[in-house]
């Protein structure tokens, strides 16, 4: 720490000439894609306000790309490109490394040699840090670098912080949002415009909001690793993602965003880990969300993420997910954070290492509201055979309805049930599958408010 402070001079420190003696801090980024790209334009734009916070001026040094050669949006010093981002790691005079190229195994080595070599960590790479956070904050407290990733979930809602910080008085009992942004303007767009889910995937992959990969964002992959790290900071234990249980958005059709509008619900892909007597349930799935509920207009490529705290109750954060400046904006709030810990001699004080042992809730415990649409004969006492049913594993119903389907000769039933353990839904609708009135079990989604 004195060799650090004594390097790093303090703002308005001159030599004998006059010149001024503030060194400035080195940042190494690996990637220059949508999110590098916000994070150089922030750092070159806001210099002055940013210098002016972390008292040093701060020089994006060296660049890790792919392709050196490939056309950019921004114009950079193409000598600070480098193909090998082992030149940034290894880079003497960088003492900030800022991962936003993504991948998991080789980029966790890279982390895990950086902090070996006593550089500090930002990262906007969820998949890494749900996967193998435990391990990079271990080694990150050893050697005593931060390991800061606030873009790694809702892209510009500062939840992380908010979570360790914000909340450390109090104990959260929910932690419920849309933490996808390029799920939620998929169904934006086919729920508003009635646009096709293929046309709204290849918009969102055109604005820089979708994973190289879209199958994580459109399986709920991308949205179950953002709920892993939400549940560890909040539950302050170890979750991890084979914990949460997960459903895309890749089966839900116009027909159902219909009908849930038509029963008064917006269809939305939900992240909910809930907490009861120290258990803890973690899932991602798509979930009809009452419209009066807040979560419901939360749309386009918009996050929220509600908290439910013992004391203070409810609280809830909305900001754009994804995109390059949203991102950007928390990747750089974590460089200041880094910079600021750096001066003060504080940095790898503040991982929050999950001290609380991981209890699951069972199915019993699992309780939901339910929507389920039936394709039944339509004949006299089908409605009976399947209220029966549900009686049979004590599921209590809040609307049925019957109806003619539009488009074939079965008839339509659609239920509502009230909170219903998971064990018995599951029962109920395995106990459909045999039943011979029931042509097919069309839809069924969690309710939400
Ligand atoms: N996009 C978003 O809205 C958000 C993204 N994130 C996360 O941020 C990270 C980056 O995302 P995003 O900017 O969208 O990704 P992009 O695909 O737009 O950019 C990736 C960048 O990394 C570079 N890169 C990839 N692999 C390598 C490699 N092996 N060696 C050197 N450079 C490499 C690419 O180089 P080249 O340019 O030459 O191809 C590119 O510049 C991911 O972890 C993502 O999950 C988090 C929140 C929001
Ligand atoms: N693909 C992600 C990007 C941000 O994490 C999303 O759509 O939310």
Redesign the pocket.
């Known amino acids: 720490m004195y060799v650090w402070l004594k390097s790093y001079r303090g703002e308005g420190e001159k030599d004998i000439g006059g010149r001024s003696l503030v060194k400035p801090v080195k940042v190494g980024l690996?990637?220059?894609?949508?999110?590098?790209?916000?994070v150089v334009r922030i750092v070159e734009g806001n210099q002055e306000d940013l210098s002016s916070q972390v008292g040093s001026p701060i020089v994006i040094e060296k660049i890790?790309?792919?392709?050196?050669e490939?056309d950019?949006v921004i114009a950079v010093d193409r000598a600070k490109l480098t193909?090998?981002?082992w030149e940034v790691i290894r880079h003497p005079d960088i003492d900030v490394i800022v991962?936003?190229?993504?991948?998991i195994d080789?980029?966790k080595e890279y982390i895990l040699e950086a902090l070996e070599r006593g550089k500090h960590i930002v990262?906007?790479?969820?998949?890494?840090m749900a996967l193998h956070g435990s391990e990079i904050l271990a080694k990150a407290q050893e050697k005593q670098c931060d390991v800061f990733y606030e873009?790694?979930?809702a892209?510009g809602i500062p939840i992380i912080r908010t979570l360790i910080e914000g909340f450390s008085s109090d104990r959260i009992t929910r932690i419920m949002g849309i933490v996808n942004?390029t799920t939620n303007f998929i169904l934006t767009k086919m729920s508003q415009e009635g646009a096709s889910y293929e046309e709204v995937l290849a918009e969102a992959q055109a604005l820089?909001?979708?994973?190289?990969d879209p199958t994580s964002d459109v399986e709920g992959l991308?949205a179950a690793r953002k709920m892993a790290i939400l549940g560890t900071l909040g539950f302050r234990t170890n979750v991890e993602l084979k914990d949460v249980t997960v459903k895309g958005i890749t089966s839900v059709t116009r027909e159902d965003i219909t009908y849930a509008k038509r029963l008064g619900y917006e269809m939305k892909l939900l992240g909910i880990a809930d907490r009861r007597d120290d258990e803890i349930t973690i899932s991602v799935q798509p979930t009809m969300v009452r419209q009066n509920h807040p979560i419901a207009s939360v749309n386009g490529v918009f996050n929220a993420v509600y908290v439910h705290g013992e004391a203070v109750g409810e609280t809830m954060f909305y900001g754009a997910?994804?995109?390059?400046l949203?991102?950007a904006t928390?990747v750089v709030a974590d460089i200041v954070a880094v910079i600021k810990n750096l001066k003060l001699g504080v940095n790898g004080l503040k991982a929050i290492v999950p001290y609380k042992q991981k209890r699951l809730q069972s199915d019993e415990h699992i309780m939901s509201k339910n929507f389920i649409l039936l394709h039944v004969d339509d004949k006299a006492g089908v409605l009976a055979q399947i209220t029966q049913i549900f009686a049979e594993y004590e599921v209590s119903l809040a609307s049925v309805v019957q109806q003619p389907n539009e488009h074939n000769p079965d008839a339509e039933i659609i239920i509502v049930t009230h909170n219903a353990s998971k064990a018995s839904m599951d029962k109920v609708l395995k106990h459909f599958e045999s039943l011979a009135v029931i042509r097919r079990i069309k839809s069924v989604y969690r309710v939400e408010g």
Do not use: C, F, H
């Open positions: 690996l990637g220059l894609g949508t999110v590098g790209t916000g890790a790309v792919k392709n050196t490939k950019r193909e090998d981002p991962e936003v190229m993504g991948g080789q980029t990262t906007a790479n969820k998949d890494l873009a790694s979930v892209g942004g820089g909001y979708a994973e190289t991308d997910g994804a995109g390059e949203p991102t928390s």
